[in-house]
Structure formats: structure tokens, C-alpha cells
């Protein structure tokens, strides 16, 4: 078992920063796969940000690229998602999620964070 837990977010202006953390505890694995999803209302969730932990290899949406940023540190088990630019369209509950490499579907979830870009 894997728990998640975001946090970081906030209300912020267009155009600025926001930096999300998600705390991973219990069984994690080096051959995890660790990403951020997105839910605004009426709308489906989305990847924004996806890093394999085991070398670091990353991807993003192609909506995020070159404002957002995913990393890691090992030594505390928590992924970031440093956001900058960030516009009203990115207003979202952001959830961290993690899945073994060999698994297609993502199978642990954090409980989400909102992220509210005002005009």
C-alpha cells in the first residue's frame, strides 16, 4: 500500500508561482512511476506531468510545457510540481498518482489540492 499526500495550493494571480508537494509513504518502489493529474469542473482529468523514478525521465502536457516542472527527491520520498506562468485555465483540483512500471493504470491517489489562478 501507498499513500499520497499533496499539498500546496492556493489562490494566485495569473502569472505567477505555485509549488505542489506530494509526500509518498508505505510500500514505494524504486520502478514507480510517479505523475500529476488535473480536474477542473465539467471537465475530464488530465496528465500534466509524469516522472519515472527510476531516472528520472519526465513528460509533460503539452498545455504545461515550458511553465511546469516535475521533480523529485529521494531522500524524502516527495515529488513537486513547480508551476509558473500560471493562467486562469490552469484553476484545477491537482491529485498526485503512482503506479509500478508494469502496471498501465494508476493505482494510488493523493486526496487532491486546489489550484485557483485568478484573472
Known amino acids: 500500500q501507498v499513500r499520497l499526500v499533496e499539498s500546496g495550493g492556493g489562490l494566485v494571480q495569473a502569472g505567477g508561482s505555485l509549488r505542489l508537494s506530494c509526500a509518498a509513504s508505505?510500500?514505494?518502489?524504486?520502478?514507480?512511476?510517479m505523475a500529476w493529474f488535473r480536474q477542473a469542473p465539467g471537465k475530464e482529468r488530465e496528465s500534466v506531468a509524469v516522472?519515472?523514478?527510476?531516472?528520472?525521465?519526465?513528460n509533460y502536457a503539452d498545455s504545461v510545457k515550458g511553465r511546469f516542472t516535475i521533480s523529485r527527491d529521494n531522500a524524502k520520498n516527495t515529488v513537486y510540481l513547480q508551476m509558473n506562468s500560471l493562467k486562469p485555465e490552469d484553476t484545477a483540483v491537482y491529485y498526485c498518482?503512482?503506479?509500478?512500471?508494469?502496471?498501465?493504470?494508476?493505482?494510488?491517489w493523493g486526496q487532491g489540492t486546489q489550484v485557483t489562478v485568478s484573472s
Open positions: 498518482a503512482s503506479r509500478d512500471l508494469k502496471e498501465a493504470e494508476y493505482k494510488y
Open positions: 508505505g510500500r514505494t518502489s524504486s520502478t514507480y512511476v
Open positions: 516522472l519515472w523514478w527510476s531516472g528520472g525521465s519526465t
